[in-house]
């Protein structure tokens, strides 16, 4: 059986070996845990950036950098390929672990493979795929401007059954590269978390890829955050390949894309500043890409819905 944990903990030993290089710093934590700043002090950068995707994925896929032109100006984009969708994206990428009491606001959220190691309360995604992990080392990443405390740390290693120097915590505020280039590299499983939510079984995706924009980064975390979900929501595509009758492919491409949903058009940091700051009074159907193209390889045909709203991102990163 693949172990994502123990494919990730490959990629972690790369970062150990050369910190300085990859602009990140290492810290151990009172009880043995090791932090991983990849942007809160830390400089971070590009290659940063693409360890902390490659991470998150489990080590199950692999991630490359491409143009993207936006009127007179040329912004990079990512572009994340994933054989092993169901391990790399939904056991592994989405950031499904809500850690500290249940219900608790702003509680920090941990995405990566340990989340596949969570005995004591695995998160509900798991409930949709046939995939646990075991292994004695694990690792999670967690998107956030705050210290990593040790109670946190303590609270994820007992949830692995894990000892506590066996765990790595990788994490980025928003405002970091590193995160905006591993938020952009989410665009697929942006994508993979509507299928169930719109009735489509996930277990039919057999690869996938995707691309998106990644964002003018700027220093305020709310606007950070704000430019971030956009590049996902107006600026990112995705390619699945499915083995799916084409009547269920051909119904749900069209409701999984952020058009269809009624908050769309505006710039993410609006929308949320209507929400009362709140995630959850959110629309969840407006946490989709802005194109899906699905190839069901079964009849051959391909079915796309969304578009790129060059409107919006022009909003959202240079201003009205």
């Keep these: 059986m693949i172990s994502i944990n123990r494919e990730a903990m490959k990629i972690v030993r790369r970062i150990l070996g050369s910190p300085e290089t990859l602009g990140v710093e290492v810290a151990r934590l009172r009880n043995g845990a090791t932090v991983i700043d990849m942007g809160q002090r830390a400089p971070g950068g590009w290659l940063a950036g693409k360890y902390y995707t490659l991470v998150t994925l489990g080590g199950l896929g692999d991630v490359g950098f491409e143009p993207f032109p936006l009127d007179d100006t040329i912004l990079p984009a990512v572009r994340v390929v994933v054989d092993r969708p169901m391990e790399a994206c939904v056991a592994s990428q989405i950031a499904g672990w809500q850690l500290g009491p249940p219900g608790t606001r702003d509680a ?3 995405a990566g493979p340990a989340r596949a190691l969570n005995r004591a309360n695995p998160d509900h995604y798991f409930g949709l795929i046939d ?7 694990g690792v ?3 998107q956030t401007a705050e210290p990593i405390s040790e109670k946190v740390a303590d609270e994820i290693a007992t949830a692995c059954e894990l000892a506590p120097e066996n765990l790595y915590i990788l994490v980025a505020p928003n405002s970091s590269l590193v995160c905006a280039i591993q938020v952009s590299a989410r665009i697929v499983e942006q994508t993979l978390h509507r299928l169930p939510e719109e009735g489509f079984d996930l277990k039919a995706v057999r690869f996938a890829q995707g691309y998106c924009v990644i964002p003018p980064l700027i220093r305020n975390e709310l606007a950070a955050m ?5 590049a996902l929501l107006y600026g990112g595509a995705t390619t699945l390949y499915v083995e799916a009758e084409d009547e269920a492919v051909a119904d749900v491409v069209k409701r999984i894309t952020s058009s269809a949903s009624r908050a769309y058009g505006r710039p993410f940091i609006e929308i949320f500043e209507d929400a009362g700051r709140d995630f959850y009074q959110i629309p969840v159907d407006l ?3 802005a194109v899906v193209h699905i190839n069901n390889l079964t009849t051959g045909r391909t079915y796309s819905a969304g578009e790129i709203n060059y409107d919006v991102l022009r909003r959202s990163f240079f201003g009205p």
């Design 108 to 110: 920090p959220i941990a």
């Design 287 to 289: 946490h989709s890409p």
């Design 226 to 230: 704000g430019r971030i979900n956009d």
């Design 140 to 142: 999670v990443a967690i």
């Design 131 to 137: 995939y646990r992990d075991r292994h004695h080392e």
